[in-house]
């Protein structure tokens, strides 16, 4: 989190204002300023480009399915040194400006501290999207490799038997506190990094009884760069353009699967996530609204106090920018700083069993600073930052020593409370300091979901959850629950387990909070359960009667199920059926569309089709005969898109050529184009006599358009391409609606959810209606009228959220008021954006 977002939601509520809506109220005074709206104001107004080839190769499908190599404790003592591979100089790294570390200076220095200590082992424990090293260091006392092994075990039994673990005096004498730094993983907020290692140094090299002793006790672990490639270009988001710190409920990129996998792998009793930049240091924990399935009692009984500590820590620095902090539990108002959805890395943490916090370092060096400021001052600037870094780092080391004996029996009983199944506790006021009624969030756990199994999108789910360390089982027989039969083979996720907060965070519905608080950070709605595609049945009060095994990886399970010599068919309702259809066509064979959602394959692709259908876990079943079907081709796709939208895309087998105001400025062709996508970075106003010519030529000649949002809609009217007028909720309004599929291409089979984040509806005639608002249309999330009262959901019911039409030109187009490639996570609603695209391509 940081405040850069106040002038960049500045320019999306411009832009939003120009067309439709008015921006987001102004929150009050001595807290936060304005919204940052989706995935920042660049989501809608700056294309997304296609990335350079060390990216290129992390991308594709196998992120929607195959786990990747994971790191997990190894079973050996410490130190465990690694000789880190040292890279080349790079004199345009964006730290050197600021007096600060490079990324290609910490290899070297790591190795360094490893030559000169024996407490210090670093390791890679996965590769950026830019495909730069993830260091974990970890700091301790040496360890043989019986004594790591002990701590290995003391861990899983804290979580696979906690009662066995409450009652283990060996375990409370010696299991060493878990404590997990995680630095930079917004890469333009620089100094959490140095802060870590100048700790992680003194740590390293002092010789004084206390650091030897709390060496003996403790295992402090550091991600010491969450983010190499926004660190090095100076830029919030990764090489792919992804805020990790939004990615933890979606695990879209592989910066937040490794700290997902060390912080399961570690299982630390306190976490910090080191941020900037919020001109008073910002220590969580947060407003509410606090999220629903946390075990809040636990949490906020240490984090407050070591809040306060952390707090103390950076006054005795003595600077006059460091006095105070701003504590948000404390000193903000509800909504301006809340811990409700599990996308950030410390609330992600939590439900892992940590005491979770974001700090934001003060000073601002980044952005319009890094340029505009002069050296010394945005020297001066980091050297207080890296001093409040590790200030609060060296408080909550000091914190997590002191309560070690309560905060070990703090994860015990969360993890406790999962297994036995037990309501959370009612938290009386005053429970600490500020508790209220304002902060009293629980939810009533199911007692099972039930996810049958045979599609990619149960298998995807499955998978995310086992990854997510959320224990799931098969049935090995068939069986009934309520009322309902389920074939062997269907997966259960039982709620008596240890992180029953995480399961039923991913899982739950989620809940309508737009009365509850004026406004939200970030988005407020999100259900794997309702967005992922795959069928989650939920079992309030019965626990189903089957056996069961445990499921250590969901396999595919596509088919063909089609006599041979037969024509095939595939229905796309699945982001991996429309890889399944780009990989055929890439291959050269000929497919027939006998509707927008139904490919017709040949019999002599066979054994291509069989490939995919083990690949990918698609189902081809036998196309009528004498079916016919149109012809179609792999569409050539320009696209001026936010990242997401582009990483999305790639991850269903289409190739992108990424365009923008700019590009087509400068004489970016479309003559090959048969789909202009616009959502992002694409102004009609803003394009000269070039680009201008360029677009009119595309629509004259009948090219096709998707769009999508506030920019989409913009496009729409400039080029007067369907007579649909669009009128938008709040430019922070998010969340999960309910929808009513009416359409021939959006609507076919499209799940009856979809995911809004600045919802736009359209009126008119003159075209079709795919898909409408329910009317009720907000599940989940948070979604206010504005001022007038207008504009919220009760405006939206039954109203247009994405319509198709054809263009005087004599093309197709669809627009979008919904998000359904929103961040990568909505993986149930990518095939009707592919469904739009192979439509308006033919
Ligand atoms: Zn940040």
């Given at each position: 989190?940081?405040?850069?977002?106040?002038?960049?939601?500045?320019?999306?509520?411009?832009?939003?204002?120009?067309?439709?809506?008015e921006p987001?109220?102004?929150?009050?005074?001595?807290s936060?300023?304005?919204?940052?709206?989706?995935?920042?104001?660049?989501?809608?107004?700056?294309?997304?480009?296609?990335?350079?080839?060390?990216?290129?190769?992390?991308?594709?499908v196998?992120?929607?399915?195959s786990?990747?190599?994971r790191?997990?404790?190894?079973?050996?003592?410490?130190?465990?040194?690694?000789?880190?591979?040292?890279?080349?100089?790079n004199?345009?790294?964006?730290?050197?400006?600021?007096?600060?570390?490079p990324?290609?200076?910490?290899?070297?220095?790591?190795n360094?501290?490893q030559?000169?200590?024996?407490?210090?082992?670093a390791?890679v424990?996965?590769?950026?999207?830019?495909?730069?090293?993830?260091?974990?260091?970890?700091?301790?006392?040496?360890?043989?490799?019986a004594?790591?092994?002990?701590?290995?075990?003391?861990?899983?039994?804290?979580?696979?038997?906690p009662?066995?673990?409450?009652?283990?005096?060996?375990?409370a004498?010696s299991?060493?506190?878990?404590?997990?730094?995680?630095?930079?993983i917004?890469g333009?907020?620089?100094?959490?990094?140095d802060?870590?290692?100048?700790?992680?140094?003194?740590?390293?090299?002092?010789?004084?009884?206390?650091?030897?002793?709390?060496?003996?006790?403790?295992?402090?672990y550091?991600?010491v760069t969450?983010?190499?490639?926004?660190?090095v270009?100076?830029?919030?988001?990764n090489?792919a353009?992804?805020?990790?710190?939004?990615?933890?409920?979606t695990?879209?990129?592989?910066?937040?699967?490794?700290?997902?996998?060390?912080?399961?792998?570690t299982?630390?009793?306190?976490?910090?996530?080191?941020?900037?930049?919020t001109?008073?240091?910002?220590?969580?924990?947060?407003?509410?609204?606090?999220?629903?399935?946390?075990?809040y009692?636990?949490?906020?009984?240490h984090?407050l106090?070591?809040?306060?500590?952390?707090?103390?820590?950076?006054?005795?620095?003595?600077?006059a920018?460091?006095?105070?902090?701003?504590?948000p539990?404390?000193?903000?108002?509800?909504?301006?700083?809340?811990?409700w959805?599990?996308?950030?890395?410390?609330?992600?943490?939590?439900?892992?069993?940590?005491?979770?916090?974001?700090?934001?370092?003060?000073?601002?060096?980044?952005?319009?600073?890094?340029?505009?400021?002069?050296?010394?001052?945005?020297?001066?600037?980091?050297?207080?930052?890296?001093d409040?870094?590790a200030?609060?780092?060296?408080?909550?080391?000091?914190?997590?020593?002191?309560?070690?004996a309560?905060?070990?029996?703090?994860?015990i009983?969360?993890?406790?409370?999962?297994w036995?199944?037990?309501?959370?506790?009612?938290?009386p006021?005053?429970?600490?300091?500020?508790f209220?009624?304002?902060?009293?969030?629980?939810?009533?756990?199911?007692?099972?979901?039930?996810?049958?199994?045979?599609?990619?999108?149960?298998?995807?789910?499955?998978?995310?959850?086992?990854?997510?360390d959320v224990?799931?089982?098969k049935?090995?027989?068939?069986?009934?629950?309520?009322g309902?039969?389920?074939?062997?083979?269907?997966y259960?996720v039982?709620m008596?387990?240890?992180?029953?907060?995480?399961?039923n965070?991913?899982?739950?519905?989620?809940r309508?909070?737009?009365?509850?608080?004026?406004?939200?950070?970030?988005?407020?709605?999100?259900?794997?359960?309702?967005?992922?595609?795959?069928?989650?049945?939920i079992?309030?009060?019965?626990?189903?009667?089957?056996?069961?095994?445990?499921?250590?990886?969901?396999?595919l399970?596509?088919?063909?199920?089609?006599?041979?010599?037969?024509?095939?068919?595939?229905?796309?309702?699945?982001g991996?059926?429309?890889?399944?259809?780009?990989?055929?066509?890439t291959?050269?064979?000929?497919?027939?569309?006998?509707?927008?959602?139904?490919?017709?394959?040949?019999?002599?692709?066979?054994?291509?089709?069989?490939?995919?259908?083990?690949?990918?876990?698609?189902?081809?079943?036998?196309?009528?005969?004498?079916?016919?079907?149109?012809v179609?081709?792999?569409p050539?796709?320009?696209?001026?898109?936010?990242a997401?939208?582009?990483?999305?895309?790639?991850?269903?087998g289409?190739?992108?050529?990424?365009?923008?105001?700019?590009?087509?400025n400068a004489?970016?062709?479309?003559?090959?184009?048969?789909?202009?996508?616009?959502?992002?970075?694409?102004?009609?106003?803003?394009l000269?006599?070039?680009g201008?010519?360029?677009?009119d030529a595309?629509?004259?000649?009948?090219?096709?358009?998707v769009?999508?949002?506030a920019?989409?809609?913009n496009?729409?009217?400039?080029?007067?391409?369907l007579?649909?007028?669009?009128?938008?909720?709040?430019?922070?309004?998010?969340?999960?609606?309910n929808?009513?599929?009416?359409?021939?291409?959006?609507?076919?089979?499209?799940?009856?959810h979809?995911?809004?984040?600045?919802?736009?509806?359209?009126?008119?005639?003159?075209?079709?209606?795919?898909?409408?608002?329910?009317?009720?249309?907000?599940?989940?999330?948070?979604?206010?009228?504005?001022?007038?009262?207008?504009?919220?959901?009760?405006?939206?019911?039954?109203?247009?959220?994405?319509?198709?039409?054809?263009?005087?030109?004599?093309?197709?187009?669809?627009?979008?008021?919904?998000?359904?490639l929103?961040r990568?996570?909505?993986?149930?609603?990518?095939?009707?954006?592919?469904?739009?695209?192979?439509?308006t391509?033919?």
């Amino acid at each position: 989190m940081d405040l850069s977002r106040t002038l960049a939601g500045l320019g999306t509520a411009l832009l939003t204002a120009a067309l439709l809506a008015e921006p987001a109220a102004a929150a009050p005074g001595g807290s936060p300023s304005s919204r940052d709206f989706g995935n920042g104001a660049e989501r809608n107004e700056v294309a997304a480009l296609n990335p350079v080839s060390a990216l290129s190769r992390t991308l594709g499908v196998q992120s929607m399915d195959s786990a990747q190599g994971r790191w997990t404790p190894k079973l050996k003592g410490y130190p465990r040194q690694n000789q880190l591979t040292v890279y080349p100089e790079n004199p345009d790294d964006r730290s050197i400006k600021l007096g600060l570390i490079p990324y290609h200076g910490i290899a070297p220095k790591l190795n360094a501290l490893q030559d000169v200590s024996d407490k210090v082992s670093a390791e890679v424990i996965g590769k950026s999207a830019g495909g730069r090293d993830l260091y974990l260091v970890t700091v301790t006392a040496p360890e043989s490799a019986a004594d790591a092994k002990k701590q290995d075990y003391w861990r899983n039994l804290i979580e696979d038997n906690p009662w066995a673990a409450k009652r283990d005096k060996a375990l409370a004498k010696s299991y060493k506190t878990p404590v997990w730094i995680n630095a930079n993983i917004h890469g333009n907020e620089w100094e959490g990094t140095d802060g870590a290692l100048r700790v992680i140094e003194r740590l390293a090299t002092a010789t004084d009884a206390a650091t030897v002793n709390f060496l003996k006790k403790s295992r402090v672990y550091v991600t010491v760069t969450n983010n190499p490639d926004g660190r090095v270009a100076g830029t919030r988001a990764n090489g792919a353009g992804f805020d990790i710190n939004r990615d933890h409920a979606t695990n879209a990129q592989p910066e937040s699967r490794a700290v997902r996998d060390v912080v399961i792998g570690t299982q630390p009793f306190v976490m910090l996530d080191e941020h900037g930049y919020t001109g008073t240091t910002l220590i969580e924990p947060a407003t509410p609204p606090h999220g629903q399935n946390y075990e809040y009692d636990l949490y906020i009984k240490h984090a407050l106090p070591n809040a306060l500590g952390m707090e103390a820590a950076i006054q005795k620095l003595g600077y006059a920018e460091t006095t105070r902090a701003d504590i948000p539990f404390r000193d903000y108002a509800p909504g301006d700083w809340d811990d409700w959805p599990p996308i950030f890395t410390p609330m992600y943490a939590i439900y892992q069993g940590a005491v979770g916090h974001t700090v934001e370092i003060p000073l601002a060096v980044n952005n319009a600073n890094y340029t505009n400021l002069p050296v010394e001052e945005l020297r001066r600037r980091s050297a207080i930052n890296t001093d409040v870094a590790a200030a609060t780092i060296e408080a909550a080391l000091t914190y997590a020593d002191t309560n070690k004996a309560s905060l070990l029996a703090g994860q015990i009983e969360q993890f406790r409370r999962g297994w036995a199944g037990e309501a959370s506790p009612v938290i009386p006021d005053g429970f600490v300091d500020g508790f209220g009624p304002e902060d009293r969030y629980s939810t009533t756990f199911p007692r099972a979901y039930v996810i049958p199994a045979g599609t990619p999108a149960a298998a995807r789910l499955v998978n995310h959850l086992i990854d997510n360390d959320v224990r799931v089982t098969k049935a090995l027989h068939g069986f009934a629950l309520n009322g309902r039969r389920y074939d062997a083979g269907t997966y259960l996720v039982d709620m008596h387990q240890p992180k029953r907060g995480l399961a039923n965070v991913l899982l739950e519905a989620g809940r309508d909070i737009s009365d509850l608080v004026p406004q939200m950070y970030d988005i407020s709605g999100w259900s794997h359960g309702l967005l992922w595609g795959a069928t989650v049945d939920i079992s309030r009060n019965a626990a189903p009667k089957v056996f069961t095994k445990p499921v250590a990886h969901a396999a595919l399970e596509g088919s063909v199920d089609a006599r041979k010599g037969s024509a095939l068919q595939l229905t796309i309702k699945d982001g991996n059926d429309v890889r399944a259809v780009n990989e055929l066509l890439t291959q050269g064979i000929k497919l027939r569309r006998t509707d927008a959602a139904t490919v017709v394959v040949p019999a002599e692709a066979r054994p291509e089709a069989t490939a995919l259908a083990t690949s990918l876990g698609v189902r081809f079943s036998a196309a009528p005969k004498n079916v016919k079907g149109d012809v179609f081709d792999q569409p050539v796709i320009a696209g001026a898109v936010s990242a997401d939208e582009l990483f999305a895309l790639k991850e269903m087998g289409f190739a992108v050529q990424t365009v923008s105001t700019a590009l087509l400025n400068a004489g970016a062709s479309l003559s090959e184009t048969d789909t202009l996508l616009v959502s992002s970075g694409l102004s009609y106003a803003g394009l000269n006599a070039t680009g201008k010519a360029t677009v009119d030529a595309f629509l004259a000649r009948g090219g096709g358009v998707v769009t999508r949002g506030a920019t989409g809609a913009n496009f729409n009217a400039a080029t007067k391409l369907l007579p649909a007028v669009a009128t938008a909720g709040r430019g922070d309004a998010n969340g999960v609606v309910n929808v009513v599929n009416s359409g021939p291409i959006v609507g076919a089979g499209s799940l009856p959810h979809s995911f809004v984040y600045s919802p736009l509806w359209f009126t008119g005639s003159g075209f079709t209606v795919e898909q409408r608002y329910g009317a009720v249309p907000l599940v989940a999330g948070h979604w206010q009228p504005n001022a007038a009262g207008t504009n919220g959901p009760a405006q939206a019911a039954g109203q247009a959220a994405v319509v198709s039409g054809a263009t005087a030109g004599g093309g197709s187009a669809v627009l979008f008021g919904t998000e359904p490639l929103f961040r990568a996570h909505p993986k149930g609603l990518f095939a009707q954006y592919a469904r739009a695209l192979f439509w308006t391509a033919s």
